[in-house]
């Protein structure tokens, strides 16, 4: 198993950021990418961002590329997602995902661990 907490969420201005983080802890080794998909009200949960567990491949949706960043800290067992230029459309409930597979899939079904998500509102 492989617990998975994110914190950093908040509220903010359109054109602000902000910083989530996810600390996995658990069976870490087993885990071969980390993601972090979205869900706003009354939409399905999409994803957002990708990261290699051991090596520095990253991959992102077209609505984000070039405002977020995803970045990892093996020492930490902490995945991060730097978040600029928000926009209003970006508000939702963000997840953090571990996926054991050996693949990095940018669809739900590819996460195997889900942490319990953190509010990020964006003011418009």
């Known amino acids: 198993q492989v617990q998975l907490v994110e914190s950093g969420g908040g509220l903010v201005q359109a054109g602000g950021s902000l910083r989530l983080s996810c600390a996995a802890s658990?069976?870490?080794?087993?885990?071969?990418?980390m993601g972090w998909f979205r869900q706003a009200p009354g939409k399905e949960r999409e994803f957002v961002a990708a990261?290699?567990?051991?090596?520095?491949?990253?991959y992102y949706a077209d609505s984000v590329k070039g405002r977020f960043t995803i970045s990892r800290d093996n020492a930490k067992n902490t995945v991060y997602l730097q978040m600029n230029s928000l926009k209003y459309e970006d508000t939702a409930v963000y997840y953090c995902?571990?996926?054991?597979?050996?693949?990095?899939?940018?669809?739900?079904?590819?996460?195997?661990?889900w942490g319990q998500g953190t509010q990020v509102t964006v003011s418009s």
């Open positions: 995902a571990a996926g054991i597979e050996r693949a990095v899939r940018t669809d739900n079904g590819g996460y195997d661990y």
């Open positions: 658990g069976r870490t080794f087993t885990v071969y990418a």
């Open positions: 990261i290699r567990w051991s090596v520095r491949s990253t």
